[in-house]
């Protein structure tokens, strides 16, 4: 069995309306699961990198 891994949810809040971000943060409202909305757009790798490295950083100290 593999080992299990942290689990972060981002969402961007410049992404365009039609991408089908909405569905998921319904669901995890309804969950109570948290997440971090950051603000860029969908390309946040390009756009935002030093905030993603941030992210996927703490995501990865997370414990599982």
Do not use: K, M, N
Not at 6 to 31: H, I, K, M, N
Not at 34 to 47: I, M, S
């Amino acid at each position: 069995a593999e080992p299990p891994v942290p689990a972060s949810y981002v969402f961007c809040a410049q992404t365009p309306e039609g991408y089908p971000s909405g569905t998921p943060r319904a669901r995890l409202d309804t969950r109570g699961i948290p997440y971090e909305v950051l603000d860029a757009g969908h390309d946040a790798p390009l756009t935002a990198p030093a905030r993603v490295a941030e992210l996927l950083v703490r995501t990865a100290a997370l414990p599982v």
